[in-house]
């Protein structure tokens, strides 16, 4: 239990759906991220949220929208997903960006486009 | 730009002591070393970092090298729930990014 939790763990679907990825910290930090990991290739960093505002997009494409609401939830919209955005998306958090905070990693969610 | 390097994969007996290489030759004086471990379906594990003194928790321990320019990481007694890939991470100011290599594969062996 590492106190980042993610829904779904799987998820199956078309290219014209529109799903979204819920993750949610009970640590009270209040910086949240997104990764894709891709089979066979390292953690792609996506989006980071300091205080509920984006601070990064790593050159994400707009078929990912990202929200945070609050510091304990962070979503990721997908519509008009490709194939080659079946990975594994990792949501993490840490007590502010500094480089001597951890980042505490969810699980994931397994995402399969057909 | 891979800024650590690590052995591939390594074996080690159950109950006897893992340590896990890292190099990290360019690694620049405000910048941490991480280590987090993924086993499968599951996300990264946090396990420890460090700057320049040795530390210590209830995982492992994180030894570095005087001149910072490479790490070990030791669990002191593997157990077969400690097969895993061992990611080391060098991180620096304001980077967001942890970027993770291709690790080094520990399989725990009875």
């Known amino acids: 239990e590492t106190g980042v939790t993610q829904t779904p763990r799987h998820l199956v679907m078309g290219m014209t759906n529109k799903k979204s990825l819920k993750c949610e910290q009970h640590?009270?930090?209040?910086?949240m991220y997104w990764y894709k990991q891709s089979a066979k290739k390292p953690l792609e960093l996506m989006f980071v949220?300091?205080?509920?505002?984006?601070?990064e997009n790593n050159s994400v494409p707009s078929r990912f929208s990202p929200e945070c609401p609050n510091s304990s939830h962070l979503f990721l919209h997908l519509h008009t997903l490709q194939p080659e955005d079946s990975a594994l998306y990792l949501c993490?958090?840490?007590?502010?960006?500094?480089?001597?905070?951890?980042?505490?990693f969810g699980d994931g969610t397994r995402l399969s486009i057909l | 730009d891979a800024k650590t390097t690590q052995p591939p994969s390594m074996d080690c007996a159950e109950g006897r002591a893992a340590n896990l290489l890292c190099n990290h030759s360019t690694i620049s004086g405000n910048e941490y070393v991480y280590w987090y471990r993924q086993i499968h379906s599951q996300g990264p594990q946090y396990i420890i970092h460090g700057l320049k003194n040795n530390e210590t928790n209830e995982m492992a321990s994180l030894i570095i090298t005087e001149d910072r320019k490479s790490s070990t990481l030791i669990l002191p007694h593997a157990t077969l729930r400690d097969t895993a890939v061992y990611y080391c991470i060098v991180r620096g100011d304001n980077n967001n990014d942890m970027r993770f290599g291709a690790g080094t594969r520990l399989t725990v062996k009875p």
């Open positions: 949220y300091n205080f509920k505002e984006q601070t």
């Open positions: 993490a958090s840490s007590q502010g960006g500094q480089n001597d905070q951890p980042q505490h």
């Open positions: 640590l009270g930090h209040n910086a």
